[in-house]
């Protein structure tokens, strides 16, 4: 019979923040905590103002501009610029396909309360788009 | 009244099986690398890059995953005021690594060029 144990709260006993478990397939082990998705985000842009629809770990959003926008972590990472993302963007109706990355022009870059990102489409000219991705991976404070 | 549970590990019941996270998922590596070094700032669940050349990079796992067929998802270099760059994945991942190139998004030529670059990978562990 299945054990499942019902817990509201789990936190490791040497440290915390510190929870080994083992590989699906035996042979290895590794932290919990550090494998979990820390933020993730959706929402859309072509419209007048962007529109979260669903989010982990996201206070707010910032329209900067055409295709470029600040995300505002609700808890912080532990560095800058020592966490990983990916992103991916669908396309709108009159777009043209267009992926996430990185915005230098932005206020901020990968700093511990959020980051700046930019869609940029396939003819390199950035733009809002129907649907926006975005995940995040890494250490919280 | 909360529950909070203090312990060091969790495996299933037989003691060295895997425990399930109920409709939840755990990310098995992820890194940030800059290019031109190229160097590591942060990772898990990866060993050192491998500098194949100009904008091509192999990057490594600690622990294989038991099948080639895991989900990675890339971020990339920056936007600047007129360019941009991304990163991809090369169609011929490995169990212990992960191949990939930087290139100018306009016109597809690779570089060394974005200081930020991003992967994260999900799937089971061999």
């Known amino acids: ?141 | 009244m909360t529950s909070v549970l203090n312990v060091d590990s969790i495996a299933a019941k037989d003691g060295t099986s895997p425990v399930e996270l109920t409709k939840q998922s755990a990310a098995k590596a992820w890194i940030n690398f800059e290019a031109s070094t190229p160097a590591t700032r942060d990772s898990f669940n990866h060993s050192a890059i491998t500098d194949n050349g100009t904008g091509n990079f192999t990057l490594n796992f600690s622990s294989a995953f038991a099948s080639a067929d895991r989900s990675s998802t890339t971020c990339s270099g920056y936007r600047t005021t007129a360019i941009a760059y991304e990163m991809c994945t090369k169609n011929t991942p490995t169990t212990t690594a992960q191949e990939v190139w930087l290139y100018y998004s306009l016109n597809g030529s690779v570089n060394d060029t974005p200081g930020d670059n991003m992967m994260t990978s999900q799937g089971d562990l061999a």
């Open chain 1, 1 to 141: 019979m299945a054990s499942i144990l019902k817990v509201d709260d789990l936190r490791g006993n040497t440290s915390a923040g510190d929870i080994t478990i083992t590989s699906e397939g035996g042979a290895a082990t590794q932290s919990l905590q550090h494998g979990l998705n820390k933020c993730w985000l959706n929402f859309e842009s072509d419209i007048t103002t962007p529109a979260i629809r669903d989010s982990l770990n996201v206070s707010s959003l910032d329209d900067i501009g055409t295709g470029r926008y600040r995300v505002n972590y609700s808890n912080n990472f532990n560095a800058a610029k020592e966490y990983a993302g990916g992103g991916m963007t669908v396309r709108g109706g009159n777009s043209k396909g267009a992926f996430v990355a990185l915005d230098s022009q932005g206020n901020i870059n990968f700093a511990t309360n959020g980051t700046s990102i930019s869609v940029t489409r396939s003819d390199n000219t950035l733009a809002d788009q129907d649907i926006v991705s975005m995940l995040l991976t890494g250490d919280l404070a």
